[in-house]
């Protein structure tokens, strides 16, 4: 890949002055891809066969080279968000028609850029005389301009006559000293005006009625037959490059742009040549499931995981498991044989569905990724390839997305289930979606019908015969429906059905809402919390992670006494923005609400602060991020919730029964730089120490050590605090280059970040998102669970033996020399 | 003392080469080891002197019968490890509280003797057993016993070894289990 050998040399730069990672390990637990999103211009390169490379310009201002030949990235230009890196046209690349840019296309550099006088844009084109292009026109709604190719400079600006109901759409150039524009008075005629090249003045205007739309020569007329992605879309717009072979007929090849965003490269004789994914470069959600275990690893599971029944089974039970590894290993070890034994082009590594299974710490997972076009993909973690599409039709582009994980790989007969809720902004009413996150397929499990819009779904621990969790869909009416609706798990419901509550947040009212469900599955209103909308608008509202499991149960004072941690699984987080944004009145409110009581455990009010604010919830604390306008700056806060040095009950957390409020401790510190987006790191069992991996702006991520952000951090150093191992209060918080995860593959325009736990305690991964994707494994604790990575068997095991039998024959010689001396 | 009776000897072979024994010279070494005397070097079978015994004798006297020193040596057995104390206090004053190699030899040797010697307290009493305040002496050594491994666990305190602050049982502490649950969101 051409892409690579720039890369390598900055990273052999760079490895020089950061040492997280070893020059060997580039590459073997992470993996990057770029994406360019939705193609909006697309053009080739040069008119004949042997041209490699694709121009496109997306939806998401990007410009970038394709290799046509393999589809990857040449070179790609990430412009600012929003509609200033808006591209209008693609031939020389307009932006805005403000701008003019002229890029070199082999290596994608900047040629000369020019600032046009801002009108909005209509048409462009190149205008040439016989032969040569010279000079580009642009085309605005009230004036025509002519710039020189070579260096952008303005040649002549002329205003083009009857502006205001003349709608002037179209430029062209035939390639003498003239340039026509076309223009359309709605409904009445048509009028030419033709100016000359040399200096705009206008020679002759035409006019002339409306004419038919019927017009081009048809060179070609063939029809092209090509397979189409049946998981796919439409296709939605095509972009056809003829030219003339080398034996006079004309070949084409085409790019083919679809629904779902995929681009597909065809080639002549309908054959695809490759595609492109394009919808990943905007991915909503995703979920990290667990591959399935293979048929000798369920059979272990299940056989212990049955309850024992006396000593003398128990044993059977173990021989007989041992028999089963001893039958598969042999299996293992004739197949590697086989395989050694046979040409190395033929042993085929790729990742198909087929072969999944769970390998031994269950580091490798299938990602779930919803795009906001609509599709769904399963990527593999370990090497990143795609192993199944779907599409779903007619999802509306401001659909919600919410992916459900109900049932896991670890109940083996049954196939594992997720659940897609879609809703649709506009009308509110929800479609499910319920598939297989292995395979890709749909399940043929009956779906409950959503007559009314759905608010907000809850997962429950309610679990059916097959091993299902309990989705249960909130409607308008405040009613609930539940899905799988066996009669086991309705049986289940209206007996718990007292002690489920769920909370409904509505940021335009201002209001959190909390609800109880009763035995019919209607609900009861039972606590509400109002903010006025004319003070502060909600922003966000974090509850903790359920599958998170924290460790310890206090934190351990230097004079040996616990200082228990407050918590509440309950707890939300509530982010409130104040709606005046002057920097001297703007103030981020933050409030810990408890979601079945409604009682607000703490307030806090930072003035002068304004967002966007990112936070995380985790544990017992709460880290936010804003930029304070007073010091204009970006600081940290972290929150920590704390019960004293006393539990008030230790085997039971009802929230209908806590009668004291939790201490509160609170730091802030400065940060250096802005923050796109932030998440904590989560393993299996919490003993790992936290880290929260902060996306930066310029594509790094920061993976930083909790540790820093304390609010026990003392600010006078006593002999306890340091028992405790606490760091001094400092109020800037360094970022170090060593804590980056991603050493030089840096992510353009970071959206999310997403961390699962796997089967080691020290490892967590990680995938973050945005227009690219990246995936990798982070080590809060280093690796203590592990062997290191090269670690030297042959080297120790020779040097036991060797010593060993060093031992055994200087024993043996000793005895001799004894029993000698013995004799004389 | 070979060299007398060498020289006696001597001056027999000299007189007839045949070594006849006088009646009334005492031979406090043979004669045939003069010979090989060098060539082997203490194997020399010597005479030892009248009245000297090879091997230890013994002791057939009559025990010493004497009430006070009896008395005086069981009390001597009983309040050993109570005159140890004082030692061990000023060892472990000198081993100071941090967790290193010589503290806990020195804390594990202090709580290991006690206890060894409660264990053997049937041999001890059968040291006793020749005084009548047999009873009160053997109560006096095992107080005694019991003070130093008391001690010993005084010191394992002090280097904050001993299980007493609700830290150490942080890690038995289940997490709570949930009573009611919830869940919800912002209006989708």
Redesign the interface.
Known sequence: MAKLVPLLAVFFYLVCVSEAVFEDQVGKFDWRRQYVGKVLFASFDSPSQSSKKLFVATDKNIFASLNSRTGDLFWRHVDKMGPEGAVDTLLVNAQDGRLLRSWDTNVGGLNWEVVLDTGSFQAACFVGIQDTVKHVAVLKKTAISLHYLSNGHQKWVENLPDSDTVKYQAVYSGGGEEVFVLGMVPHSHLTITVYSLEDGEIIRQVTGPQLSADSGRRLLDTTVIFPLDANGGKPQKLYVHAFLKKDDSVGYRVLVQTEDHALTFIQQPGRVVWTREEALADVVTMEMVDLPLTGTQAELEGEFGKKADGLLPMVMKRLSSQVILLQAWMAHLWKLFYEARKPRSQIKNEVTIETLSRDEFNLQKMMVMVTASGKLFGIDSKSGTILWKHYLENVQPNA?F?LIVQRTTAHFPHPPQCTL?I?DKDTGL?TLHVFNPIFGRKSQISLPALPRP????????VIDQDYAKCL?L?DDQYKVTAFPSTKNVMQQLQE?AS?????????EQGTLSGFRLRKDLSSELIWEVVLPTEVQK?V??K?KRPSE??H???R??GD???LYKY?N??LLAVVTESTDTHPERAFVGMFLVD??TGRIIHEAVQRKARGPIHFVHSENWVVYEYWNTKSRRNEFSVLELFEG?E?Y????????DRPHLPQVLQQSYIFPSPITTMEATLTEKGITSRHLLVGLPSGAILSLPKMFLDPRRPEVVNEHSREENLIPYAPEMPIRTEWFINYNQTISRLKGIYTAPSGLESTCLVVAYGLDIYQTRVYPSKQFDVLKDDYDYVLISSVLFALFFATMISKRLAEVKLLNRAWR | MASPGGQGSGALSTRGGVARRMKWALELSLGNTRGRGDRQSNQGDVMYPIGYSDKPVPDTSIQETDKNLVEKRCWDVALGPLKQIPMNLFIMYMSGNTISIFPIMMVCMMAWRPIQALMSMSATFKLLENSNQQWLQGLVYSVGNLLGSALAIYKCQSMGLLPTHSSDWLAFIEPPQRVEIMGGGMVL
């Open positions: 919600a919410k809720l809703k929800a759905i608010l907000q779904s809850l997962l429950l621990p249960l909130v718990m002690s489920i509550f769920f909370y409904l947040v509505d940021s909600i966000a509202v509850g499991h924290v310890s149960q206090g351990v004072m040996r006494s616990v918590l699984p309950n979601g079945v040095t539990l009950n230790s085997t039971v957390f009802s929230s209908l």
